[in-house]
Nanobody, 125 residues
């Protein structure tokens, strides 16, 4: 139906930068995408919100990443980005994107959350 494909993770030294991307696509009609966000999960910890952006561009960040990370989106490409600067060892985690996607299937409107498969970000100290 709808797939979210993430890219851009990897290994970086502390103080470095990475840019994550997440593109939504599907075999069904996507009417629009509402909120898009990035979450992360470190080993032994619960998944937590990193940043979220509305369709109109309003943003919200976790306190731990404010001033270092920037979320943005390209509605024409159904893509959300996460620019991560001044990375710290504690940013090491699997990063997941989530999107609330509105679709039409068989003439029926539906809106639900979809998750990407996750991309590993490792910051060495």
């Amino acid at each position: 139906q709808v797939q979210l494909v993430e890219s851009g993770g990897g290994l970086v030294q502390a103080g470095g930068s990475l840019r994550l991307s997440c593109a939504a696509s599907g075999s069904i009609v996507i009417v629009n995408i509402n909120d898009m966000g990035w979450y992360r999960q470190a080993p032994g910890k619960q998944r937590e919100l990193v940043a979220v952006i509305t369709r109109g561009g309003s943003t919200n960040y976790a306190d731990s990443v404010k001033g270092r990370f920037t979320i943005s989106r390209d509605n024409a490409k159904n893509t959300v980005y996460l620019q991560m600067n001044s990375l710290k060892a504690e940013d090491t985690a699997v990063y997941y994107c989530k999107a609330n996607v509105a679709t039409v299937v068989g003439g029926l409107f539906n809106a639900r959350d979809y998750w990407g498969q996750g991309t590993q970000v490792t910051v060495s100290s």
